[in-house]
């Protein structure tokens, strides 16, 4: 059917919802054969930059003058260091800290998702080494004793990091048990199912495929609608002083 001008996304400037039908592709510096959605930057008033990559077999990543996290969507990619290879499949992730020299090349066509942060050191303590891991072989943890919200932390729980990202699953029905409301920004990135979210003053079906870009202090809260479970990916900075 003919576009008639209606979309789920929306811009605003506590928070951004963006889903597939908006996504535009560009190219960005160091990558070859591959694509980039961006997804938040300071372009939007966020303090960090998320994209997604999209990789032909082979194409590639060169590092950046910041700290890179990435986590595989679909594929899988290879990430080179020095004389070292890591291969990293479906759920498996990568911390790459500052000052890194790296190379991320796609072994088949992949998607990756991609945050990237300038480090914030903090006087007397050494900056996080490069750590590879994968999803499926962290433990998780229930959110304020629900276990129907279970929370797992993909990087570990120091203040050498100053940003952390988690993968949340939300049994069908399960809530946010409060409104959030913090000083934190978020990148959020819906990997399965759906539900409604609160963002400000606003409520907002979403589904797998679905971004959002929370401020500092924009009011939140998910519900998870379906019959499978809702699984978001999900970015905060943290650790550091608010000043
Ligand atoms: O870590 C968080 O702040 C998380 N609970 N926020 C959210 O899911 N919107
Ligand atoms: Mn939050």
């Known amino acids: ?55 032909a077999t082979t194409g590639s990543l060169d590092p950046v003058p910041a700290q890179r996290f990435i986590y595989v969507l679909d594929g899988a990619v290879t990430v080179t260091l020095s004389a070292t290879q890591y291969a990293l499949e479906q759920g498996g992730f990568a911390y790459l800290p500052q000052g890194l020299d790296h190379h991320v090349v796609a072994s088949v066509d992949s998607r990756i998702e991609v945050f990237e942060k300038p480090y914030l050191a903090l006087d007397g303590l050494e900056p996080p080494a490069a750590i590879f891991g994968r999803e499926s072989d962290l433990p998780s943890q229930p959110l304020m004793g629900d276990t129907a919200l279970q929370v797992r932390s993909l990087l570990p729980d120091t203040m050498a990091f100053d940003f952390a990202v988690n993968i949340m699953e939300y049994q069908p029905g399960a809530v946010l048990p409060m409104v959030e409301m913090h000083v934190m920004e978020h990148g959020l990135l819906m990997l399965q199912g759906g539900g409604i979210y609160r963002l400000d003053e606003s409520w907002y079906p979403v589904t797998a495929g679905d971004f959002i870009w929370m401020a500092p202090y924009c009011p939140q809260w998910f519900g998870a609608l379906g019959k499978v479970p809702a699984k978001y990916l999900i970015y905060k900075d943290w650790n550091r002083n608010p000043l």
């Open 1 to 55: 059917m003919q576009n008639l001008g209606a979309t789920r996304s929306t811009s605003k400037p506590t928070h951004l919802l963006q889903t597939p039908d908006t996504f535009v592709r560009t190219r960005l510096p160091g990558m070859r054969d591959a694509m980039a959605i961006v997804h938040a930057s300071p372009a939007n008033g966020a303090r960090f930059a998320q994209y997604t990559a999209e990789m």
